[in-house]
C-alpha cells in the first residue's frame, strides 16, 4: 500500500492512477488530518508519497511528525527547487525527494528502488558494530553510544553500508549506485547532505564517519 499525501486533486488522481496501473495499491489523502485518521486506523503503508504545500499543515512539518512514530519510506514531491528546500526535506526525514513537474516513469522507478531498499534491509538480519555504534538489523535500529537513533531510510542504509565495509573508502558515485540504486539520478550533493545529518545525529560518534579528501 502506498499512501498519496497531495492536495491537488489532478496531480493525486494522476499519481494514484499511474502506481494502480504499475501494480501497486494506493490510498490517496487531500490533507494532513486525513493522512493521520487514516494511519492511526488502516493498514499501514509500505510507502508515503508526500506534498510539500499542504492546506492544514506542511509537508516538512507532516515529514517530521512521520518519522517521531514510524519508519516509512517517504518521497517528497514538491514544486519547491532550491536546493535549501531540498535539504530542508531531506534533513526532516525524506528518503528521496522529487520536483514537480516530474515524469510517470521515473516516478515508479524511484518508488520501486526505495521499496527494493526497504525490503532487502528487512532480509538481511545481523547485528554490526564499530566502536559505540551498533546496528540490530533483526529490529531495524541503530544505537550510538547506548542511545537509539531517529534515522531516515537512506540514513539508515547509509551507516548500514559503512557498518558492513569498516576502514573501506566510498566515493559520492559509489554510494549513490549502492544506496539509492542505480537507477536513482540524483546529484552527489544528496550523499554529503546524508553524511552531515548522519554525523550530527550521532553525536560524538559522528568523528568515526571520516572523509577522504578527493576520495570520498
Avoid at 13 to 27: C, R
Avoid at 31 to 46: D, H, K, R, V, Y
Amino acid at each position: 500500500m502506498i499512501y498519496i499525501v497531495e492536495d491537488d486533486s489532478s496531480i493525486r488522481e494522476l499519481v494514484a492512477y499511474t502506481l494502480k496501473m504499475a501494480g501497486f495499491e494506493t490510498d490517496t489523502f487531500s490533507n494532513g488530518e486525513e493522512f493521520f485518521i487514516a494511519l492511526s486506523n488502516s493498514n499501514q503503508p509500505e510507502l508515503i508519497l508526500l506534498d510539500i504545500m499542504l492546506p492544514d499543515i506542511d509537508g516538512f512539518s507532516l515529514c517530521k511528525k512521520i518519522r517521531e512514530a514510524y519508519y516509512f519510506p517517504i518521497i517528497m514531491l514538491t514544486a519547491k527547487v532550491e536546493d535549501i528546500d531540498k535539504i530542508k526535506g531531506l534533513t526532516m526525514g525524506a528518503d528521496d525527494y522529487m520536483t514537480k513537474p516530474f515524469g510517470v516513469m521515473e516516478l515508479i522507478s524511484r518508488v520501486r528502488a526505495l521499496l527494493r531498499r526497504a525490503e532487502f534491509g528487512r532480509e538481511r538480519r545481523e547485528t554490526l558494530r564499530c566502536g559505540d555504534i551498533e546496528c540490530d538489523t533483526t529490529t531495524h535500529t541503530m544505537r550510538a553510544c547506548g542511545e537509539e537513533l531517529t534515522l531516515t531510510l537512506k540514513e539508515y542504509e547509509l551507516l548500514k553500508l559503512f557498518l558492513e565495509n569498516i576502514g573501506q573508502v566510498f566515493s559520492r558515485e559509489a554510494l549513490l549506485s549502492r544506496v539509492w540504486d542505480a537507477d536513482y539520478a540524483g546529484e552527489t550533493r544528496t550523499v554529503d547532505v546524508h553524511v552531515q545529518t548522519l554525523r550530527q545525529k550521532l553525536g560524538s560518534c559522528g568523528s568515526q564517519i571520516h572523509t577522504v579528501r578527493g576520495v570520498g
